[in-house]
């Protein structure tokens, strides 16, 4: 993932605050030092909008502070995942992504298996089948994940260009 194609937003300074002081109250409940390095990985995931990698997110924060190692990078995303601010998507087969968990409402994803581009989505329709599916069944929804994998229709997508040249030779 080339980082010049990332799309970063400003936040709502209140929103950050909020957000910062959650981490910086889970971490010292739980203990643990707050840092400028956990903070600016928050602040990198907030502001990107995006589905990092671990990777993804070493190089972006590398790019802001020279000086944060990848092990404080990975150990700062689990304290994240822990605390509910950061979400990890274990998607099947592929490596493990990430995004902000209180950036944006409820959503589903479509993860393309050519190109591995994830694509979020809501469809109210769809939620109520869901919910009517659970009555019928005498549950309700807590929580859920909705994955969908699908193939890239764009012929030209690089991956499916790639997969093609290396199968005809």
């Not at 990092?52 to 994240?80: N, P």
């Not at 790639?162 to 005809?168: I, P, W, Y």
Request: proline share 1%; net charge negative; with cysteine.
């Amino acid at each position: 993932m080339s980082l010049s194609c990332w799309s970063v937003v400003t936040l709502n300074q209140k929103a950050d605050k909020t957000i910062e002081e959650r981490f910086i109250e889970y971490l010292r409940q739980a203990g643990k030092k707050v840092t400028e390095e956990r903070l600016l990985i928050l602040r990198t995931i907030y502001a990107t909008n995006k589905h990092l990698t671990a990777m993804d997110l070493c190089l972006a924060v590398e790019q802001q502070h020279s000086k944060v190692s990848r092990a404080t990078v990975y150990r700062t995303l689990e304290i994240l995942v822990e605390a509910d601010l950061v979400t990890k998507l274990a998607l099947d087969g592929y490596e493990a992504r990430y995004e902000a968990s209180l950036a944006e409402g409820h959503h589903d994803h479509i993860i393309c298996t050519d190109c591995f581009k994830i694509m979020e989505f809501y469809d109210e329709g769809l939620e109520k089948i869901q919910d009517k599916i659970l009555q019928a069944k005498g549950f309700k929804a807590v929580s859920h994940v909705h994955n969908i994998y699908a193939e890239c229709l764009n012929p030209m997508c690089p991956e499916k260009l790639k997969k093609k040249t290396d199968h005809d030779k």
